[in-house]
């Protein structure tokens, strides 16, 4: 049975599922122009961008309800084609998103999707997440970091954590056969880790959890 995006968001806490399909649409027909140029994505089918990508995506906010409901600071470290940063800022207009890639022609990207889109709770920023940390405003400035196969966890928590505010929180992508990174991060004394338990994506594309680690 395919999958019908917008009775999938509505699953995922999207108060508008329709408009949010509408515009993903809209996202898909950009990507894959740009894709045409640049090397954006390996999915070039709508069935799979809507599953691997923009499902992919939403599940933080299964896991998380706080990301469909509170007007959260989130910085998206190694955004890409801008996953989950762009799938989120549509998703959930409450959120403030920062997008952040070292490289970029993708943060041009993003950029662009911003405004066709007219997300103006997208702010795309190029540059490296570690030498970001150390200045305002991006310092102690964030209530979740995330990043979506992007680098291990110890180093996304490495360059990240000085973003997060007080009582903020990794929320990290990850697939079951990279739980182990976890064992990496306990003796953290400075951020609490665990792991989700799995779930499954739609269609059987794969499966996910995410490690998270709140700020103490």
Known sequence: MALVLSDAAAGYGVNDPER????????????????????????????EFE???VIDSLTAARCFPE?????????????????????L???????RVTAIDSTQKKIAFVAEAARELGLGNLS???????????????AGAFDVVTARAVATADKICRE????????????????PGQADELQALRGD????????PE????????TRLFLTGERI
């Open 20 to 47: 949010f399909a509408q515009l993903c649409g809209r996202f898909f027909e950009l990507l894959t122009a740009a894709n045409a140029r640049m090397n954006l994505t390996r999915i070039t089918s709508r069935e």
């Open 199 to 206: 779930f499954e994506l739609p269609g059987g594309a794969g």
């Open 124 to 138: 795309p920023v190029a540059g490296r997440a570690v030498e970001l940390a150390r200045h305002i405003p991006f």
């Open 51 to 53: 599953i691997k990508h």
């Open 89 to 95: 800022a549509t998703a959930f207009p409450q959120l």
């Open 160 to 175: 990240g954590r000085g973003m997060l505010a007080p009582g903020g929180r990794f929320i990290l992508y990850k697939t």
């Open 67 to 87: 990301l469909a409901k509170s007007p959260l600071r989130i910085a998206d470290i190694g955004c890409g084609a801008g996953f989950p940063s762009v799938i």
């Open 189 to 196: 004394r400075g951020i609490k880790w665990s792991a989700t």
